[in-house]
């Protein structure tokens, strides 16, 4: 029962995905794109706000445990402020929504709806750090930005209103704590993914794509059904380059003055759109159980006789008790004008972990069926064997997802070392491509004209498979790879 599970057919799953994320969000309620009068803005619905408190809680979780404290700055952000740090208002100036005005009256200073916090956080850094003593210090906030997003919006993929972008914000007393800090957010984000079955690649961002104002980006991405792939976290070393602007000085131990060193990482609703879009199959979403909205639903078959009727009431009284002691979360469907197959229909499109079916024979056996999401295997136990059983069967619904996704990564990644293989592989198969890679910049642009798709960037440390080979765009010896794909 807890072996490896057979795997599914999902081929509308994949060849039409997009269509396919837009009927799951709708089938299961969770997220209602499209019809709100603000392009870009979507709302969640009580099903997907529970899957996405799931998450939010498992984020807070992370961060909490590891020295994070959890605060919450202003929406709004002064003109001046967003200037201050000339490369960062570059590279978001033509996404940012401005307000001009209060009620009628003009304002003497344009307002920013919040792109990013870097620059408010770190005005309000300027009074909060003075020494190294205080240090490091690392602060979060789970909120919504706003961003003018001008290329085709997607469900929870590419919005214009991101409510659920958790932003860090760290501070050091030297470059190297900041890098430490930066490889401290990779292990929080690896945990975060690895909670919700998510597989990904981890990639340093090539210096014309890395944020605006950053030292250096790191990235993980991670490949979408369809092929594409979708950026689910990136981590910042900002170096200075705020500190010094907004006057974020500190005494040293040595008792010198000196500018404190920063960093920021964020993740967006995009983790809720991965963990749907991952796990599915061509029936719907299929839940991780720790963050499952409802993690079993009891689904009543019809008694007969009257005197079977109340049987299988008492008896669901007992198999609901058995529930709550095991702090399940869990629903009894006991509609009685939706008939049994509908209503697995329906469950499954939500993507609920388990199943349990009871009827007028597992009232009389004292058993109950259970029957996974993941693989829809069944089996019957007895009532006392519940508590035992279930928790086998969630914990191995959670290990073939997240084994079945990294399956499906691991084949998406793929090496070439010429440009017709790199181009044919990305037109005909889509995922990942790795190339030798002289580690110009020139040439990495020039690949991504060529090959006609984008630069994720480069493995942290330089893969030995390139060792002896050559940058395919200018023949000079390769010093690592570089990775591109078909981007959302």
Known sequence: MCGAAREVPRKKWREEFSRWFDWVLEEAEIYDYGRYPVKGMGIWLPYGFQL????????????????????????????????????????????????????????????????????????????????????????????????????????????????????????????????????????????????????????????????????????????????????????????????????????????????????????????????????????????????????????????????????????????SEKLREMKIRYHVDDRDDVRPGRKFYEWEARGVPVRLEVGPREARNSTVVIARRDTFEKIEVKLEELPSKLQDVMEDIRRNLRERAWKWLRSMVKRAETIEEAKRIIEEERGIVELPWCGREECGLKLEELVDAGVLGSPLEKPEWVNGKRCPVCGRPAVTSIRVAKKY
């Open 52 to 319: 996405r408190r799931r998450i939010v809680e498992l984020i807070r979780d992370v961060l909490d445990s590891t020295g994070h404290e959890e605060i919450l700055m202003p929406l709004l952000i002064p003109e001046t402020l967003l200037r201050k740090e000339s490369e960062h208002i570059r590279g978001f100036e033509g996404e940012v929504y401005w307000v001009t005005h209060g009620g009628k009256e003009p304002l003497d200073i344009k307002l920013a709806l919040r792109p990013t916090s870097e620059t408010s956080i770190s005005y309000m850094e300027s009074f909060w750090i003075k020494s190294y003593k205080q240090l490091p210090k690392k602060y979060y906030q789970i909120v919504s930005i706003f961003r003018y997003e001008t290329k085709a919006t997607r469900p929870l993929i590419r919005l214009r209103e991101v409510t659920t972008f958790k932003e860090a914000h760290t501070v050091h007393d030297s470059f190297e704590d900041a890098d430490r800090q930066v490889a401290e957010a990779i292990e929080l984000y690896k945990k975060i993914f690895d909670e919700l079955g998510i597989p990904y690649v981890i990639s340093r961002r090539p210096e014309w794509d890395k944020f605006a104002g950053a030292l250096y980006t790191v990235a993980f991405d991670t490949v979408m059904p369809d092929g594409r792939t979708l950026q689910i976290g990136t981590v910042h070393h900002l170096g200075q380059n705020f500190t010094v602007p907004f006057e974020i000085r500190i005494q040293l131990s040595d008792e010198s003055l000196d500018y404190a060193w920063q960093t920021s990482y964020g993740l967006s609703d995009r983790l809720v759109a991965t963990t749907i879009a991952m796990h599915g199959d061509d029936r719907g979403a299929v839940m991780p159980p720790n963050v499952a909205p409802i993690q079993v639903v009891v689904v009543p078959i019809p008694a007969g006789s009257e005197e079977e009727r109340k049987q299988l009431q008492e008896y669901l009284g007992k198999v």
